[in-house]
Nanobody, 127 residues
Framework: QVQLVESGGGLVQPGVSLTLSCAIS????????MGWFRQAPAKEREFVAAITPITRSGGYTYYSDSVKGRFAISRDNARNTVYLEMGRLKPEDTAVYYCARAKSRYLNGTTDAYDYWGEGTQVTVSS
């Protein structure tokens, strides 16, 4: 059974940085792509970032246009953890952030491509 537990959310001011963590339990997850999604009040869940399994050439990443250049996704297989480093945060980044495991090793930005989800962690960006 795969379980994902997010942490690191909170209330921050615009312009600062914050790092989210996703602890993964369950065998074999290092062979699957992992992603981060977010959902703001009254809005649909949207893709944020994804990362492939780590190979000798590293891991490939994919970002939504709204976070590209500000956010960075990474994974540490030894710690079974996926991270989302969020920089230059804006009020529009306010949302519940979810970690998810993909059904395959390939990058994908749609919710249908993921079959395991965490409960989410709240990020609020406000002055």
């Amino acid at each position: 059974q795969v379980q994902l537990v997010e942490s690191g959310g909170g209330l921050v001011q615009p312009g600062v940085s914050l790092t989210l963590s996703c602890a993964i339990s369950g065998r074999g997850s290092s062979s699957y792509a992992m992603g981060w999604f977010r959902q703001a009040p009254a809005k649909e869940r949207e893709f944020v970032a994804a990362i492939t399994p780590i190979t000798r050439s590293g891991g490939y990443t994919y970002y939504s246009d709204s976070v590209k250049g500000r956010f960075a996704i990474s994974r540490d297989n030894a710690r079974n953890t996926v991270y989302l480093e969020m920089g230059r945060l804006k009020p529009e980044d306010t949302a519940v952030y979810y970690c998810a495991r993909a059904k395959s090793r390939y990058l994908n930005g749609t919710t249908d491509a993921y079959d395991y989800w965490g409960e989410g962690t709240q990020v609020t960006v406000s002055s």
